[in-house]
């Protein structure tokens, strides 16, 4: 297994653990009430996010993380 | 359990889901409060200083529920681009004379000036739909399209993600695929790589139009820690074949000795460049991997946003992204969000601040900046409020900054690092206003 693909493999093992090793984790659905909050969103103000994105993504060599914005552009 | 905590469960999730594929979360569906339609409205300035890029930006975005959690969202931008880039050659203590992409005419810049190319001012209108909805009980599918066009670039798109919930909702894993095509038309066409930038009216042999394809894969875990806490982990594989150079990118062609421009003279009767210079390339594929990792951390009231991103790719380009806010609630219906984000990257292996005279040519060579290698930092505050009628409203403003750093094996003869790395300082300012939730 070359370098690149055993890199690649460990990626992908550790974000499926991430999620089989966190079943004691978490809240009862009766203790959500901040959780539920606007403010607690992952994404506050996606057309913000979206914009910084664009912005960010013009300007230098790396993109996304978070998600996908859609459209691209001639700028990069 | 009550008909409010449903409520709270299925926004909660959804919140989640929606954020990690990137659309705005909407909160469920319940007879009595909720609107069918909302609104997100932004109007964002950008602007460089010393005569560079300005972009003024509108955006709206619309949501419309139905039932079961059914989502339909638009949005449309419009963007105006002014001011000008740098093109990659590097500033001469002599005046430079470029022959414009479209070959008809030429500019110059003064001795000691950095040079710029103005070609991409234009108006870019872009337009994204989507659709979310459950699948079954535990699953939640997306699917959108996006579509945008400036006069030399059209792109589409095309968009899709499914999240599944695990552990009472507080485990949700993602996945998500993105496929885009995009269509360059350069002014002039698309140069030939490394060629030399010719006498006005001698451009010949060029496509008229060249294009892209790129897909992204995202695979992504939201996990609920407690009460209190909220992280996301996602990976995603980016990757992109087709045309990649910049058609309007340049490099100086210097003397190995003294590091100075080699001159040269335009045929008779003809206006042309007084220096030589090869358009940029790179190669027809990219690979990026990333890992990106956010927590959301309810603190007594204020909320703090920490976010972390590693990206690598086959360009040999690492970076690192650390952003972080901070909520802070002011009385009953507003609050102030102060912003930091730092980011730094290394240089592509191609990245050239320019080539020598005499040496074999290179595959790829590139002096855009942005392949470079430099850290950059983001300092902002934004205020927002709700106001009488329950609409948000928010001000934001920002200072981007780039200092970059040209490695040392790279500056020949007088060359010197502070004055060719043409760095970046820009003012961000955006104002949203958001209604109809």
Partial sequence: ?76 | MSKKTTGNIAKGLATATCTLLGTAAAAPVSAEEQPEWEFDTALLFYGEDAGRVQDLSLNIFARRLFADERILSVGLAVDSLTGATPSGAVPQNEVQTFTRPSGESVYSVGSGELPLDDTFLDTRYALTAGWQQPLGRDYKASAGVSFSTEYDYTHIGTNFGLSRDFNKRNTTVSLGLALARDELDPVGGAPVPLSAMADVGMISGRDSSTSKDVADLLLGVTQVINERLLVQFNYSLSTASGYLNDPYKILSIVDPISGEAVGRTPAPGLEGPLHEYRFESRPDKRTKHSLFGQGKYWLGGKVLDLSYRFMTDDWGIDSHTLDTKLNLPMGETSYLEPHVRLYTQSEADFYRVSLLDGEAMPLFASADYRLGSFNAVTAGLKYGWQTGSGHDVAVRLEYYRQDGDIPSDQLTGNQDSASLYPGLNAVIFNISYGFGK
């Avoid at chain 1, 984790?25 to 403010?39: F, I, N, S, T």
């Avoid at chain 1, 910084?52 to 996908?68: L, M």
């Fill in chain 1, 1 to 76: 297994m070359s370098a690149r693909t055993a890199k690649r493999a460990f990626v992908v093992t550790f974000v499926m653990m991430l999620g089989t090793a966190c079943t004691s984790m978490g809240v009862e659905p009766w203790e959500r009430d901040v959780l539920a909050k606007d403010r607690m969103k992952l994404v506050t103000d996606s057309v913000e996010a979206g914009l910084d994105d664009h912005i960010y993504f013009s300007k230098e060599a790396s993109s996304g993380g978070r998600g996908f914005g859609g459209g691209g552009c001639g700028c990069n």
